[in-house]
């Protein structure tokens, strides 16, 4: 089991950056997929990027890329998530995931672990 904390949410305006951070403890090495996914209010929780530590690759929706980079610094067991000219839409819950080694990293079902989420706010 992977325990997951997340932080660095908070309100910022439209055009503004954040960035999320997401340090993980715990049986690390089993879950080399971490996923960064956000629930806005009313809506199902959706992929937003995630990277792999055993293979070196990277994966975002459509909507956050050249927007959103996703990066890992494996001494800190942390995952970060750079957002860049934030739009109202991406307000949202997000949360950091942990994950098996697999090659649909966008499923959910593929992530068995999560944090408690942080709350990003982009006002217009």
């Known amino acids: 089991q992977v325990q997951l904390a997340e932080s660095g949410g908070g309100l910022v305006q439209a055009g503004g950056s954040l960035r999320l951070s997401c340090a993980a403890s715990?049986?690390?090495?089993?879950?080399?997929?971490r996923g960064w996914f956000r629930q806005a209010p009313g809506k199902e929780r959706e992929f937003v990027a995630a990277?792999?530590?055993?293979?070196?690759?990277?994966h975002y929706t459509d909507p956050v890329k050249g927007r959103f980079t996703i990066s890992s610094d494996n001494d800190k067991n942390t995952v970060y998530l750079q957002m860049d000219s934030l739009l109202p839409e991406d307000t949202a819950v997000y949360y950091c995931?942990?994950?098996?080694?697999?090659?649909?990293?966008?499923?959910?079902?593929?992530?068995?672990?999560w944090g408690q989420g942080t709350q990003v706010t982009v006002a217009s």
């Open positions: 990277v792999s530590w055993s293979d070196g690759w990277t």
């Open positions: 995931a942990a994950g098996r080694r697999c090659s649909t990293p966008f499923a959910i079902d593929n992530y068995d672990d």
């Open positions: 715990g049986s690390t090495f089993s879950r080399p997929t």
